[in-house]
């Protein structure tokens, strides 16, 4: 995040009125569904200035039953839209992070968010645009890296989630650990009024 990119309340804006054609099912292999995310995705690397391989777009191909990758297509055409906003398309350069992150970056997110929060939820809304910032070494204009490292860190839906699982088994272990002492407790109490 070295260099200074667009507001984060003009892409926060733009995520909000995020058409619904962009948040429709992905077309799979069968030709079922409504948009076909690879072209979505060809159209904006063009725009970024980037030449794309159409063998590269294979990642964007799923087939029909497989919900976790439907999921994250649904999350690519919306970073897609965002990603299409003119601060990013004026300067010709983006296309080979945006690729990155639309092929790579978006797999943890998608798999606990679901999509239309990023359009929906005003947190998750900035979420994604840190994200994408992020992604193509930006942070928000007006703020400086760290203050944006920061922010992100607190929006985090993966770290969040890390951080629940984590104190959730902590949890779980001092339960166990309790019910074991009360346990010898108990059977040290029963031995003593045994010898009594």
């Known amino acids: 995040m070295s260099e200074e990119g667009p507001q984060l309340e003009s892409l926060t804006r733009r995520l909000a009125e995020c058409p619904a054609d962009f948040m429709a099912a992905p077309r ?18 063009r725009e970024l200035g980037g030449a794309i391989d159409v063998a590269q777009l294979d990642v964007f191909e799923f087939k029909r039953g497989d919900a976790r990758r439907e999921r994250l297509l649904r999350v690519v055409l919306i970073a897609a839209w965002l990603l299409y906003d003119p601060w990013f398309r004026s300067r010709h350069r983006f296309a080979a992070q945006a690729y990155e992150f639309l092929a790579l970056g978006l797999d943890d997110v998608a798999a606990i968010v679901p999509p239309q929060s990023f359009a929906s939820d005003a947190d998750r809304r900035e979420e ?48 166990q650990i309790r019910e074991e002492m009360a346990r010898k407790a108990a059977e040290e109490a029963a031995a003593v009024y045994g010898r009594e």
């Open 28 to 45: 799979d292999r069968g030709g079922k569904g409504e948009v076909y995310v690879a072209a979505v995705v060809f159209d904006l690397l």
């Open 128 to 175: 994604l645009a840190r994200l994408c910032l992020r992604a193509l070494g930006l942070h928000p204009a007006g703020e400086s890296q760290s203050q944006a490292e920061d922010r992100l860190t607190t929006l985090d839906s993966v770290e969040r989630g890390r951080v629940i699982r984590e104190a959730r088994a902590a949890e779980a272990r001092a339960r």
